[in-house]
């Protein structure tokens, strides 16, 4: 069988992480796809920089995207990241008749359903199990294992960045800023990381998450996401306190055939399994109507896992094509195009909360806040006020039972108006 | 596209599951797959009895094995469990030309290799993601999502039934009997629970995963197995006292080109993940070189979630069938027989170990035991002699840093012998 031959797009951690096991591991991966698989092209920013990882001798390093385009190329791994260059480049070679593999989150969740398109008019694979949780198999596990159920609910831990910060602030009691620092000292974050602590990452990854899961497009502007800058230390603490762990959530999961989606910091009783997962660490729970609750737990990122899961996607592409003809199903609906998702309305969503007021210590607060959530049907399940005697600044926490997120908007509103209250109130789901 | 027509041996818990999935899923089955799926033959005991479970009408039930080889059925979907006859049937129809998919792991690990060849001889799928942990997509992500790794270590909770007693005895107190008695009438056990509590059903998963993670054989008869019947609560309340969980665990792991495998009681330290799987649930751990530790955890048996898993399976045929030619690699090694495993020599391993010795409580028997242990290269890591005053039978619990399997089985043959000794050394591994 002809060696399969790879143009790859980027050279970064992943990049070296994916010429490294395919250097180390390639008896393995020679025995399960029966072909030789090797790095021919790859195109850099600088092509004269010197570089440690083995890639085979017959590799050239480029500049000219072009030279990923030409005969001597079955399959461009496009592992640039950034959305302009990357879109142009896969469109390019899909164009070309190359395989396409990504780990473009970014990518694909703005620009996904066309790239899709024009690899099923072409009949070629567009695979991107890296794109989402790293080495974690949550897009084959959707896509195919999974494939049979009705997925009723889908949460996940999918930035490594933010949970080690979390779980740092949580554990260590460090501080939002000393936590970021240590991530960023440790590799984990990237030097801007707005896209980890903001949450874009996390909603990126989602938006490919629900394409899966429900065969639906979810217009990635249509998200709600909320970072992990609002989470304080106070907020941990006093969650701790109630038995729970903040974590930032990607969640979905199917209301009368609409779909709910958000990214946010989401308390998390310290008994699931979802509060446990610390470090960067990332984790995936998919409820399925058939197969109950399912988890995957791994390692999120990284050379070597992501590249994991990358050679995963070129080895799929290789069973494939080792047949006399191949037929590939990108999306896991058939090539067919994903219509767009019926969203549930912002206001409909129903869910537990955790409110923090900052008032100031005057009697009745308390109790005008407590009247203002009955009014507008929120049930209060737990409550702790903390002053300091003649403090003037005090924090109120609720925790409530089930509400609708018009009225929790509502009384956000109202209480935020009132003259005793001192800052914005912070609130958070609970899971 | 034409129906796709499943006949099914067997019409018990999954086989009733699959087709409840097959009804309330059938629209979702459907836009995955482009084609319907229908059961059209069913191989039961009694074909007349009345079934509550919605089928469809053009279903019809026989007692006759040759109705499910006729023209009319594209693939066998064995669930009848059992070994001898389970293999005729697959035989069969492997040389009927029909695609088969199976939950039936004691089958395919006393057989697996021999089936495998004839399904590769005859170009056909011979699909088994049911047969291991119910509704974990364990074997799609050892055969593809973890393809390009080398496996250093797996390890597994694959039984529902042996990981409830275990962890209804650790939680709640219970005795053996009476944890049991609670799983069959809950239905988790079988009303033979022998291949449950001997660990017997754990071996003949782990036998199907070493296939799939390492390309070898392992001939289950060459596999250690312990159960969970030697288990006591004292060993539970011991290993809970240091810090430890017992669970019944299968590990595989390669050392020096080796393989290591057993199914045993094992103390797992409460803070790892594995610890926390309660209840009836499964959960694989897989350490690649590459993708680092994955954990998956979900219901290890049951209609539904098994249900979910053969479907799957059924729908990658689907998938594989909608090409206009088809090519099946069921073992994840390009149809290339699989070679004997290399097994590591018993003796050869190496752990930490939990030790229960029971003695009678006289001066210097701790102290000669630990002198045995000494000569035998054994390091004690931690102690505890728990006697009543004056009693005639006292544990002394020791747990030793990393020691080979050959010593262990030395000091436990020379400790047995003593004359202060009353009842047989109780020991367990150390994960």
Redo the contacts between chains.
């Keep these: 069988m002809k060696t399969l031959r790879l143009g790859l797009a980027g050279f970064g951690t992943v990049g070296s ?1 994916l010429a490294k ?2 250097h ?2 390639r008896e ?2 020679v ?4 072909r030789e698989i090797a790095i021919t092209t790859v195109l850099v920013r600088d092509a004269a920089r010197k570089r440690a990882v083995p890639i085979g001798a017959e590799a050239r390093f480029t500049t000219n995207p072009d030279d990923l385009l030409g005969e001597d190329i079955d399959v461009v791994v496009e592992l640039m990241g950034g959305v302009d260059a990357a879109r142009s480049l896969i469109t390019r070679a899909l164009e070309s008749g190359k395989h396409v593999v990504t780990a473009n989150k970014h990518l694909l969740a703005l620009h996904g359903p066309e790239l899709f398109a024009l690899a099923a008019s072409k009949g070629l694979g567009l695979f991107y ?1 890296a794109s989402v949780a790293g ?3 949550i897009v ?2 959707l896509r ?7 997925i009723e609910r889908l949460t996940g831990i999918l930035n490594g960045t933010a949970n080690y910060i979390l779980s740092e602030m949580t554990t260590n009691h460090l501080d939002f800023g000393t936590a970021l620092k240590q991530a960023q000292d440790l590799g984990y974050a990237e030097a801007d990381p707005m896209l980890d602590i903001e949450g874009f990452d996390t909603a990126h990854k989602l938006v490919v998450l629900i394409r899966l899961a429900y ?1 639906r497009d979810f217009p990635l502007g249509k998200l709600p996401v909320r970072g992990i800058t609002q989470v304080s230390g106070q907020d941990i603490q006093f969650a701790r306190e109630f038995g729970y762990r903040i974590k930032l959530l990607a969640q979905a999961r199917e209301v009368d055939g609409k779909i709910e989606a958000s990214v946010q910091p989401t308390l998390v009783k310290h008994t699931y ?1 979802l509060a ?1 997962v610390g470090g960067n660490y990332n984790a995936v729970r998919v409820e ?12 999120g990122a ?1 050379g ?2 992501t ?3 990358v ?2 996607d070129i ?2 592409l290789c ?1 494939g094509l ?6 590939f ?1 990108n999306t ?3 090539n ?1 195009p994903l219509p767009p998702a019926d969203i549930l309305p912002k206001g409909e969503g129903v869910s537990m909360h955790y409110f923090r007021f900052s008032v100031t210590d005057k009697p009745g607060v308390l109790a005008s806040i407590a009247h203002t959530m009955a009014e507008h049907d929120i049930s209060i399940a737990q409550a702790v006020q903390k002053g300091e005697h003649q403090s003037s600044d005090v924090p109120i926490v609720f925790l409530t039972h089930k509400a609708r997120q018009s009225a929790v908007d509502e009384i956000i509103r109202i209480i935020d108006g009132l003259s005793v209250t001192l800052r914005p109130t912070v609130h958070f789901p609970i899971l």
């Design positions: 992480g096991i395919l180390e591991n393995i991966i025995s399960r796809t029966g199990e080495g974690i198999p084959q596990t195919e294992s999974l494939g049979a159920n009705r065969g399994l446990r399925g109507n058939a197969v109950g609750p399912i988890m995957l737990h791994g390692q990284g070597a896992p590249g994991s899961a050679m995963a080895m799929a069973r080792n047949a006399p003809c191949a037929s199903d896991g609906f058939g067919t």
